[in-house]
């Protein structure tokens, strides 16, 4: 599968590349329209703040693209950030509006008397099937850095929460709209595996 790295300047591109690589992906570390548009599933990571990164994908004009690509049937991931990207809006800094593909919004994660941001592993609960977590078990370990989450408006997207202050969630799945709040490219062999599952997953026709 040839998987478009989303690389708008935001993210751990090059370990998320490597995590690709290494499962099988032929991966393509780019901006360019033709290139995303062309691939066989997109990865869209991301570290730091939700409006400036909406930005940036509108300034390159990807924030349409992947709409299109996505209601196309083309498997899309979002990492950290990047699966807050996928959601209608964020309350972070001055507030921004985001890609829309999934209901809800993010907002900072309540957690009173924890340190924040939620730096470290976490037991993220799987809490239906989802093709993302097949082969997984009930439950795995990963690293997480965040300070916001994600508000799903409908709970049957939410595929895995973890528990940090709040239950939270840590995996969202619909049809081929996908997210992870974690890192699976910081976290060992189940990170791996997660990754191993989005790359198998059928071609849009």
Same mark, same amino acid.
């Given at each position: ?5 989303? #690389? ?12 690709? @690589? ?102 993220? $609960? ?25 508000? !799903?408006? #409908?709970? #049957?997207?939410?595929?895995? $929460? ?10 969202? @799945? ?9 890192? !699976?490219?910081?976290?060992?062999? #189940? ?15």
């Amino acid at each position: 599968m040839t998987v478009a790295l989303v #690389d708008y300047g935001m993210g751990n591109r090059r370990s998320v590349e490597k995590a690709l @690589e290494h499962v099988g992906a032929r991966v393509a570390r780019t901006a360019d329209p033709e290139v995303i548009g062309a691939a066989e599933a997109i990865v869209l990571p991301g570290v730091g703040a939700y409006p400036e990164a909406m930005r940036r994908l509108r300034a390159l004009e990807l924030d349409g693209l992947l709409r299109e690509r996505a209601a196309a049937g083309v498997p899309l991931l979002g990492i950290c950030l990047g699966m807050q990207l996928l959601f209608e809006s964020s309350t972070e800094h001055e507030g921004a509006a985001g890609l829309g593909l999934l209901g809800g919004t993010v907002t900072r994660l309540e957690a009173p008397g924890l340190k924040i941001p939620h730096i470290g592993w976490n037991t993220v $609960t799987f809490t239906r099937p989802a093709r993302l977590t097949a082969g997984l078990g009930a439950a795995a370990p990963f690293y997480h850095v965040h300070t916001f989450a994600c508000r !799903p408006s #409908d709970p #049957d997207d939410v595929a895995g $929460t973890g528990d940090y202050g709040e239950r939270f969630a840590s995996i969202v @799945e619909r049809g081929t709209v996908m997210g992870v709040q974690f890192h !699976p490219e910081k976290s060992s062999l #189940d990170g791996l595996a997660l990754l191993r599952s989005f790359v198998a997953l059928p071609v849009a026709a």
